[in-house]
């Protein structure tokens, strides 16, 4: 276990990852002639026999992503590289990294899809030497660099294909379903790696944020490895641990013994928090103000509590994309998110 975990700790500079195995060394070339199957079948059943796969908030299910889009018209390809918490900068660091296999990831899914465009969104202030390279090896055309903040909850596939293209996602909806197909930088070099080499998949990049030491882990781990290796590893030992996975605000608490790799990479050890009664609702307003998707959550609590389909529907529970930004700012701790995912469960 030792020797496939490599941690990178913050304030420390951050990368590069130490190169999976089969990473290149040399210049980046431009990827001509490949790849040799057109079929998006083909390839479909190709990547998730290598272990290639997806499903997480930034990159959702890939592997039905690819099966939509063999039967829809898709005009862009989106990565992004965007990192919600600059605390825990996984992606950038990716992007940083792997330009190659990146590139070769959406060259391939441009083919596959034939999408005439492809676009990578990334923080305004990052340096674009690395675009640079990947532009160089994409051969498919309309490659295009998007300068967009990684404001949270921006990665959210609702938010983020109708700031880039004003095309209105239900939460919960494929990309694909409105003629996009949208990955995050891991899955892309997850992609890119199997174009290249034609592996299995045996690693996957991975963020630890302690929250008890207040450092952030870069790793390289093993697919399939447990979290409680992980932690061991780092040296994470605390009896009240509890886990959660992706952005942190998302509240989706994860057990020790969940195995690693398709799924969210980003993980949150922290303290338990004893659970408080919430003081009454004082109507504030903060939960609406703050809601991206400007539904009403307090009134979705009041629909919850009195088991109200129809209202839950007029305050906006089809619109709601679990970001869990209401519970955060709401000065009586009501548990807002709570409510929602009972809401959407019945």
């Not at 009240?240 to 013994?257: E, Q």
Request: glycine share 6%; net charge negative.
């Amino acid at each position: 276990m030792s020797e496939a975990l490599h941690p990178i700790e913050l304030p420390e500079p951050v990368g590069p990852f130490r190169p999976m195995p089969g990473t290149p060394t040399a210049e980046p070339t431009k990827l001509i002639g490949k790849p040799s199957l057109s079929d998006i079948a083909d390839w479909r059943s190709r990547l998730l026999d290598a272990g290639v796969n997806a499903n997480r908030v930034a990159s959702p299910n890939l592997a039905r992503q690819l099966e939509q889009a063999s039967d829809a018209e898709i005009d862009t390809v989106i990565c992004s590289v965007l990192d919600t918490d600059p605390s825990v900068p996984l992606n950038a660091s990716i992007a940083d990294t792997y330009p190659t296999e990146i590139s070769a990831g959406l060259d391939l899914l441009a083919k596959l899809t034939g999408s005439p465009r492809i676009w990578i969104t990334a923080d305004p202030d990052k340096s674009s030497s690395w675009f640079s390279a990947m532009s160089l090896q994409v051969d498919s055309g309309g490659l295009k660099l998007v300068p967009l903040r990684g404001d949270y909850p921006q990665t959210d596939p609702t938010l983020m294909l109708y700031t880039l293209l004003q095309r209105r996602l239900a939460p919960g909806n494929l990309p694909t379903e409105k003629g996009a197909v949208l990955v995050d930088a891991a899955a892309a070099l997850a992609i890119g790696r199997c174009v290249l080499f034609d592996p299995p998949v045996r690693e996957t990049p991975l963020a630890v944020r302690d929250h008890f030491g207040q450092k952030t882990h870069l790793l390289s781990v093993p697919m399939g490895v447990k979290l409680s290796d992980v932690c061991d590893f780092l040296g994470i030992h605390h009896e009240d641990a509890v886990y959660r996975a992706g952005d942190f605000l998302r509240d989706a608490w994860i057990a020790p013994d969940t195995r690693l790799g398709t799924g969210e990479l980003v993980i949150h050890p922290t303290a338990r928090h004893l659970n408080a009664n919430p003081d009454p609702c004082i109507r504030c307003g903060w939960c609406l103000e703050a809601c991206p998707m400007r539904i009403h959550p307090a009134g979705l609590l009041d629909a919850a509590q009195t088991e109200d389909r129809r209202a839950a529907k007029r305050y906006g529970l089809d619109r709601c994309i679990e970001c869990g930004i209401c519970s955060y700012v709401c000065p009586t701790r009501l548990p807002l998110l709570t409510a929602i995912q009972g809401l959407k469960r019945v």
